[in-house]
C-alpha cells in the first residue's frame, strides 16, 4: 500500500469512527427529548446518519438506549443499511 492509499484508508477510518460517535449521541439525544417532550430528531435524520457511514453508531445506539427498536424501519433498516455497508466496504478495501 502505497502512501496515497494509506492517507485515504485513515481518512476514510477517522470519518467512520466520527460519523458513529455522532450517530451514537444522536440517537441517545433523540431518546432523551422523547422522555422530555422536547422537539425531536426527525427519523428521516436518523435514519440518514446510519447510512452516511454511521449503522454501527445507530445500531449500538438503539440497543444502549432502547430507542426506536420497536419501529420495523430501524429494526430492521438499520442493520440492513450496516449490512449493505460491509459488503461495499470488503468490495473495496476487502
Known amino acids: 500500500?502505497?502512501?496515497?492509499d494509506n492517507n485515504v484508508y485513515t481518512t476514510f477510518i477517522i470519518y467512520l469512527a466520527v460519523i458513529n460517535v455522532v450517530t451514537f449521541i444522536a440517537y441517545g439525544i433523540d431518546k432523551w427529548k422523547?422522555?422530555?417532550?422536547?422537539w425531536r430528531i426527525s427519523?428521516?435524520?436518523l435514519l440518514t446518519l446510519a447510512a452516511i457511514g454511521g449503522s454501527?453508531?445507530?445500531?449500538?445506539?438503539m440497543q444502549t438506549f432502547h430507542h426506536k427498536t420497536l419501529h420495523n424501519k430501524f429494526?430492521?433498516?438499520?442493520p440492513a443499511?450496516?449490512?449493505?455497508?460491509?459488503?461495499v466496504a470488503f468490495y473495496f478495501f476487502g
Open 1 to 4: 500500500m502505497n502512501n496515497a
Open 34 to 38: 422523547a422522555q422530555h417532550n422536547r
Open 43 to 45: 427519523e428521516s435524520s
Open 56 to 61: 454501527v453508531g445507530a445500531w449500538i445506539g
Open 75 to 78: 429494526r430492521y433498516g438499520v
Open 81 to 87: 443499511i450496516l449490512l449493505l455497508q460491509l459488503i
